[in-house]
């Protein structure tokens, strides 16, 4: 079965639309003009081996807090859609990744419960994104998608290398989260025999 959502998202302010393929192979069509933020979102999909197609469009004077928010909020949605009742999928997915002087680390849970943490005080400012930002990214992601998210490791000097190593965290340990179980294709990976 394929594990396919589309997704949409308008508000007075923005509209967002999303295309997610969890079987995918990290090929990518993202537009939410900004950039570095398009970047982040490619990186997340090349890494994760999950397909993307996500335009978002300012209704109102553009302004990148409302686009991050809502486009993490539609990809968290359509990612909880294709996941379905995550039947038959790994559930834990964790990741340590460097890019130069920068290290992030992530630890997730696709077990249908938003919660997220997020340890150390990186300050970094890079093209249009600060890590406040970047942090309402991953809070809006783990509410929609009903994910728990820790990172309790990220550091480096350079912003864009941390953000991007953060990402790519992101999107390896999604990658094994999400993946089918071979030992245990039709069984929800739960004690309770749901994930909610």
Do not use: W
Request: with cysteine.
């Amino acid at each position: 079965m394929a594990r396919l959502a589309v997704c949409e998202r308008k508000t007075l302010e923005t509209y967002v639309r999303v295309e997610l393929n969890l079987d995918g192979s990290g090929f990518s069509e993202v537009k939410t003009g900004y950039p570095f933020f398009d970047h982040m979102l490619e990186t997340l999909s090349k890494h994760s081996l999950m397909d993307l197609k996500l335009s978002a469009d300012s209704l109102k004077t553009p302004t990148i807090h409302h686009i991050v928010e809502d486009v993490a909020l539609t990809v968290g949605e359509a990612l909880d859609k294709a996941l379905g009742d995550r039947r038959g999928i790994v559930r834990f997915g964790f990741a340590i990744i460097p890019m130069d002087d920068a290290l992030a680390e992530v630890s997730l849970d696709v077990s249908g419960r938003p919660y997220l943490r997020v340890e150390g005080r990186f300050t970094g400012f890079t093209e249009g994104l600060d890590f406040n930002l970047i942090k309402h990214f991953l809070r809006s992601l783990a509410q929609s998608g009903r994910l728990t998210i820790h990172v309790p490791r990220i550091y480096g000097e350079d912003a864009h290398h941390v953000f991007e190593a953060l990402f790519k965290a992101l999107a390896v340990a999604l990658r094994e989260a999400c993946r089918i179980a071979t030992s245990s294709r039709n069984d929800v990976p739960s004690t309770k025999g749901v994930l909610t």
